[in-house]
């Protein structure tokens, strides 16, 4: 029984100080997130949201239940044409909030399994990779909210998660 014991202790101060010494991954606050209602027969929609991480990170990507795909896309000016595409990731510095907006950086939902009604709450992983290479995923669940008559955005406030 002793030579059990000292075996299972053994174990468990190893294990104790690899999680001692194992780096802490970047936490990321992830804020006034939302995803834009859709009409009727509409495959595709954005997700939005301001992220803070704690340390040197990157958004690499994201998945949700609502869509057969999700992908981390940016908007940006090519001449006078206005274009639309996946990137590979999203830097965000230790501190600084990146605001993923219409227009901009963004989560883009393709292919919708339902429509995304406002008052709705989406579940979505945002993956994210620290300095060291390690990734890390969050569950966030994300309102629907429909655009405002003036075509603005809707009053922020509610989707706010820290982790």
């Known amino acids: 029984m002793k030579k059990h014991f000292k075996t299972a202790l053994c174990a468990l101060t190893t294990i104790a100080s690899l999680a001692i010494s194992a780096p802490a ?7 006034d997130a939302w995803i834009r209602a859709t009409v009727p027969q509409q495959k595709a929609t ?22 057969e795909t999700t992908e981390v ?12 595409g996946k990137v590979d990731s999203i830097a965000l510095p230790a501190g600084k909030t990146v605001e993923l907006k219409s227009g901009g950086y963004h989560v883009m939902l393709m292919g919708l399994k339902s ?5 709705d709450s989406v579940p979505m992983t945002l993956t994210f990779e620290g300095a060291d290479k390690r990734r890390e995923n969050v569950e966030i669940k994300v309102p629907v909210r429909a655009l405002t008559s003036s075509g603005a955005a809707p009053a922020q406030g509610h989707g706010g998660h820290k982790h």
């Open 25 to 31: 991954f970047a936490q990321v606050a992830v804020k």
């Open 46 to 67: 954005g997700a939005f949201m301001n992220l803070t991480a704690s340390k040197d990170t990157k958004l690499v990507g994201a998945s949700s239940p609502l869509a």
């Open 73 to 84: 896309h940016e908007m940006r000016m090519d001449g006078d044409v206005m274009r639309m």
């Open 115 to 119: 429509p995304a009604k406002e008052g």
